[in-house]
Nanobody, 115 residues
Framework: QVQLVESGGGLVQPGGSLRLSCAAS????????MRWYRQVPGKQRELLAT???????NYAASVKGRFTGSRDNGKRTVYLQMNRLKPEDTAVYYC?????????WGPGTQVTVSS
């Protein structure tokens, strides 16, 4: 089972950009479907992007056209490029890895969009 750690969060002004990274340790990373989620206190975790082990990345309507997910299996890392950020994008962002019965979460990274 992979272990995941997100990084790259921080404070950014509206309209700005951030790139999140999720580094994995462990075996068979390329087999995992990777996902990016975010969560605001008091609300359900929201799925943002699904990056299958081979195939097309799918996005939530709320971020499609602004966020781009990618993965580098050689580096065992997934990324989330976030552009044209809005205050409502403020949340803790998590990556998730899933393969069969294996399911892993990172601890999350805070993104705050504010002027």
């Amino acid at each position: 089972q992979v272990q995941l750690v997100e990084s790259g969060g921080g404070l950014v002004q509206p309209g700005g950009s951030l790139r999140l990274s999720c580094a994995a340790s462990g075996s068979f990373f390329s087999m995992y479907t990777m996902r990016w989620y975010r969560q605001v206190p008091g609300k359900q975790r929201e799925l943002l992007a699904t990056l299958p082990s081979g195939g097309i990345t799918n996005y939530a309507a709320s971020v499609k056209g602004r966020f781009t997910g990618s993965r580098d299996n050689g580096k065992r890392t997934v990324y989330l490029q976030m552009n044209r950020l809005k205050p409502e994008d403020t949340a803790v962002y998590y990556c998730n890895g899933h393969w069969g019965v294996r399911d892993s979460w990172g601890p999350g990274t805070q993104v705050t969009v504010s002027s």
